[in-house]
C-alpha cells in the first residue's frame, strides 16, 4: 500500500480551513480506525488473562517462598488485584484488610495511561481504613517518603509504585513476569515489616 492511499483527502468549501490534517486524517480512515480500535478490548482481556492465570501462578510461588498466603480481588470498577499477606490476616468478604502485591486495569493496557502498579493495598471498609491508618503509624508513612512512593490521597492504597514501561512486553512474556515478580518482591521487601505491625497494632 502506498503512501498516497494514507493520504487524507481534503476538504473543499467554504469553511474548509477549520479541518486540519489529523480531523481530515480520521475522517478518510473513519472506518478502519474504528475497526481496529475494537481490538483494544480483545489485547486488554489477553493482558488480563495472563496476569490472573500465569503472573498469579509465579506471584503463589512467591508468596509460598515467603512463608504468605496470595488472595485474588476483584476492585472496584475494571480493577484487579493479587494480594500477598500474612496468614492470620483477617478478610471482609474477598477482601484482606490489608496485603503487598500488583494492581491492573481488566480493560486497559495503555503504558502510558493505565501502567500496572505495586504496593500496599487495604480493604475497602472500616477494617481496612483502620489497617491503613496502622500500616502509615507503624513505619509506612516513612518507607512511603523514604522511597518516593505514591499513596496520599488513596485511600485504598496507602503506598504504590508503578511498575517502568516495558516496551512490546508480550514479546518476552518470561522476562516481564521476571519483572513483576521482582517488583512485588521488593515491595514486600520494604512493606512486610509495617504491615505485619499494622496487624498487631489491630490485634492479629
Known amino acids: 500500500m502506498s503512501d ?3 493520504d487524507p483527502v481534503p476538504a473543499v468549501g467554504d469553511g474548509a480551513d477549520v479541518f486540519d490534517q ?21 489485547a486488554a482481556e ?9 503472573v498469579r501462578a509465579a506471584l503463589a510461588d512467591l508468596a509460598a517462598q515467603r512463608g504468605l498466603e496470595l488472595s485474588a480481588v476483584a476492585g472496584p470498577g475494571q480493577w484487579q488485584h ?10 471482609v468478604g474477598d477482601e484482606p484488610v490489608i496485603g503487598v502485591g500488583l494492581c491492573w486495569h481488566r480493560q486497559r493496557l495503555d503504558p502510558q495511561n493505565y501502567l500496572p502498579f505495586i504496593g500496599v493495598r487495604v480493604g475497602s471498609n472500616p477494617q481496612g481504613a ?12 516513612q518507607l512511603r517518603n523514604e ?7 488513596e485511600p485504598t492504597w496507602p503506598a504504590y509504585f508503578h ?12 522476562a516481564y513476569r521476571a519483572v513483576i515478580v521482582d ?22
Open 4 to 6: 498516497e492511499e494514507f
Open 22 to 42: 489529523p480531523a481530515l486524517f480520521f475522517l478518510t480512515h473513519q472506518a478502519t480506525i474504528e475497526q481496529w480500535a475494537k481490538l483494544s478490548t480483545a
Open 46 to 54: 489477553a493482558g488480563h488473562q495472563w496476569l490472573s492465570t500465569t
Open 82 to 91: 493479587l494480594l500477598l499477606h500474612p496468614a492470620e490476616t483477617p478478610t
Open 130 to 141: 483502620a489497617a491503613g491508618t496502622a500500616f502509615l503509624d507503624g513505619g509506612g508513612l
Open 147 to 153: 522511597f518516593h512512593w505514591r499513596g496520599k490521597g
Open 163 to 174: 511498575l517502568d514501561p516495558f516496551e512490546r512486553w508480550w514479546q518476552d512474556l518470561d
Open 183 to 204: 517488583q512485588v518482591g521488593l515491595g514486600l521487601d520494604r512493606m512486610e515489616g509495617p504491615v505485619r505491625n499494622a496487624l498487631t497494632t489491630l490485634g492479629f
